[in-house]
């Protein structure tokens, strides 16, 4: 009964670890990466559409992103979608291309991405807490209902806590990462 409880808690915490992963990797460091556009929309007939669905990008070396869309006639509107972007950076168009430039960030913008990323690894952990806490609720209700022990569910207390004490270290682990990442000249 109870180990039902723990695949779900564990698979609630994988995905808002792959979360935090995801949304890490968007954030902008001194180096280019194609995950920085994932965010970014292009307005394709009528509809706003995800980048990589209208060009490839990639990465000549790490300063500069190459962004050829699969019509050229689009090149304006993805010049304009990164412009309106939260990520600060200017592209530079011609008649195939879109370069994107990736300018060395400054040590004030480093230490407040650094804030910024602390405070997006600190709010994945408050959802884990909550997963944990929805886990332990469900395993005295089973006790409530006299479908687990009091051990068990003491037990089973404990093996959530464990899920969630593994899942914080992973959450410490790419905030590191990330902030070594983004401190680096």
């Given at each position: 009964?109870?180990?039902?409880?723990?695949?779900?808690t564990?698979?609630?915490?994988?995905?808002?670890?792959?979360?935090?992963?995801?949304?890490?990797?968007?954030?902008?460091?001194?180096?280019?990466?194609?995950?920085?556009?994932?965010?970014?929309?292009?307005?394709?007939?009528?509809?706003?559409?995800?980048?990589?669905?209208?060009a490839?990008?990639?990465v000549?070396?790490y300063?500069?992103?190459?962004?050829?869309?699969?019509?050229?006639?689009?090149?304006?509107?993805?010049?304009?979608?990164?412009?309106?972007?939260?990520?600060?950076?200017n592209?530079?168009?011609?008649?195939?291309?879109?370069?994107?430039?990736?300018?060395?960030?400054?040590?004030?913008?480093?230490?407040?991405?650094?804030?910024?990323?602390?405070?997006?690894?600190?709010?994945?952990?408050?959802?884990?807490?909550?997963?944990?806490?929805?886990?332990?609720?469900?395993?005295?209700k089973?006790?409530?209902?006299k479908?687990?022990?009091?051990?068990d569910?003491?037990?089973?207390?404990?093996?959530?806590?464990?899920?969630?004490?593994?899942?914080?270290?992973?959450?410490?682990?790419?905030?590191?990462?990330?902030?070594?990442e983004?401190?680096?000249?």
């Amino acid at each position: 009964m109870a180990k039902q409880i723990f695949a779900e808690t564990e698979e609630k915490m994988k995905k808002t670890l792959e979360a935090l992963h995801k949304e890490l990797a968007a954030i902008r460091t001194g180096k280019a990466t194609t995950s920085l556009l994932d965010g970014v929309k292009v307005e394709y007939y009528g509809s706003m559409v995800p980048l990589s669905q209208v060009a490839s990008v990639s990465v000549p070396d790490y300063k500069l992103l190459v962004i050829q869309p699969w019509e050229k006639n689009l090149i304006p509107e993805i010049a304009r979608a990164i412009q309106k972007s939260d990520l600060g950076l200017n592209p530079i168009t011609d008649a195939n291309v879109v370069r994107l430039p990736i300018p060395p960030l400054t040590e004030e913008r480093r230490k407040n991405l650094v804030k910024h990323v602390k405070k997006i690894a600190e709010e994945s952990k408050i959802a884990l807490r909550n997963i944990r806490r929805d886990g332990n609720e469900a395993l005295k209700k089973k006790e409530k209902d006299k479908e687990i022990s009091e051990d068990d569910s003491r037990k089973g207390v404990e093996q959530v806590q464990k899920i969630l004490d593994k899942y914080i270290e992973m959450t410490d682990e790419f905030l590191k990462k990330k902030e070594a990442e983004i401190m680096e000249v």
